[in-house]
Antibody
Framework: EVQLVESGGGLVQPGGSLRLSCAAS????????MYWVRQAPEKGLVWVSR????????DYADSVKGRFTISRDNAKNMLSLQMNSLRAEDTAVYYC???????????WGQGILVTVSS | DIQVTQSPSSLSASVGDRVTITCRAS??????LNWYQQKPGTPPKILIY???TLQSGVPSRFGGSGAGTDFTLTISSLQPEDFATYFC?????????FGPGTKVEIK
């Protein structure tokens, strides 16, 4: 079965850190851009970060630049997001997703909730 | 950044109804527009890519059209499993952006 499975979310205090992981199975992510997309409660989808297949290009939304770091390990078929200096406004469900260019995002992980609160 | 808007933000419809959702981009994006369906507690699922190509496995009652700045998602005969939120997303330029969503509810 083709799937992405996120882990590492949870409750963290403002200023704290979390590391999200996304494990792929049933297919290889090595040839594709990978993204983290988040969705605040009852809100829309927002791109957070992206990384190219060779991990030589990374990019971040302005709202997380300097605080989040995306990485990947193609040998392990995994994607990660290190989140530091977390803020209340980072509270959201975080999805990892494979980007197929004009064919859009597919598959998506099931989503992992990150709650930043004291 | 390319802004993507959707209308309506929500709608109520009955099973069997024809439903149309519109997506508008702030500049021309050719046909690089995708549609997703999201049900509560689940990730988005791609329905249509490149404006009008149906993703494998998606029922044929879903259809997409448009080019440039204006796009449409049509559900020809709404089924109970279609009650969900629908998002459009442009793949023309980075940063990739999503529309705010259209919630389709039961009348």
């Amino acid at each position: 079965e083709v799937q992405l499975v996120e882990s590492g979310g949870g409750l963290v205090q403002p200023g704290g850190s979390l590391r999200l992981s996304c494990a792929a199975s049933g297919f290889t992510i090595s040839n594709y851009w990978m993204y983290w997309v988040r969705q605040a409660p009852e809100k829309g989808l927002v791109w957070v970060s992206r990384i190219n297949s060779a991990a030589t290009i990374t990019d971040y939304a302005d709202s997380v630049k300097g605080r989040f770091t995306i990485s990947r390990d193609n040998a392990k078929n995994m994607l990660s997001l290190q989140m530091n200096s977390l803020r209340a406004e980072d509270t959201a469900v975080y999805y990892c997703a494979m980007y197929r260019g004009p064919r859009g995002f597919d598959p998506w992980g099931q989503g992992i909730l990150v709650t930043v609160s004291s | 950044d390319i802004q993507v808007t959707q209308s309506p933000s929500s709608l109520s419809a009955s099973v069997g109804d024809r439903v149309t959702i519109t997506c508008r981009a702030s500049q021309s994006i050719s046909t690089l527009l995708n549609w997703y369906q999201q049900k509560p507690g689940t990730p988005p699922k791609i329905l249509i890519y490149e404006s009008s190509t149906l993703q494998s496995g998606v029922p044929s009652r879903f259809g997409g059209s448009g080019a440039g700045t204006d796009f449409t998602l049509t559900i020809s005969s709404l089924q109970p499993e279609d009650f969900a939120t629908y998002f459009c997303q442009q793949s023309y330029s980075n940063p990739l952006t999503f529309g705010p969503g259209t919630k389709v509810e039961i009348k």
